[in-house]
């Protein structure tokens, strides 16, 4: 499971500025992300959220420089990964602990 967690975090380039709050989260976590540098050609972009096995658990869209809440509350308690995909690519990769 490690090796997964460990590739899954290489594939990201931090392009974007994600927050995710609170976290550990167990019912709603809002999402924020915001584009300082201007890289990218979209104002949109999809939140995956991923289990250490690799497996989606979850995907929406969201909206650059826009607050959304995503509820988490069937989600088990654990580990995942929340990656950020823009304009073909993985843009940023954060843990999110659900309890």
Do not use: F, W
């Not at 931090?14 to 709603?28: K, L, Q, R, S, Y």
């Not at 201007?38 to 289990?51: D, F, H, P």
């Amino acid at each position: 499971m490690n090796s997964n967690n460990n590739n899954i975090e290489k594939q990201h380039v931090d392009e974007v500025m994600t927050t995710i709050a609170p976290n550990p989260a167990d019912g709603i976590i809002t999402v924020n992300i915001d584009n300082p540098t201007g890289t990218l050609k979209t104002t949109t972009c999809e939140l995956v959220i991923i289990n250490l096995s690799g497996v989606q658990v979850h995907r929406e869209s969201v909206q650059l420089n826009v607050p959304k809440e995503i509820k988490v509350d069937r989600l088990k308690s654990g580990m995942y990964i929340c990656k950020i995909v823009a304009d073909g690519r993985v843009v940023s990769a954060k843990k999110l602990e659900i309890r």
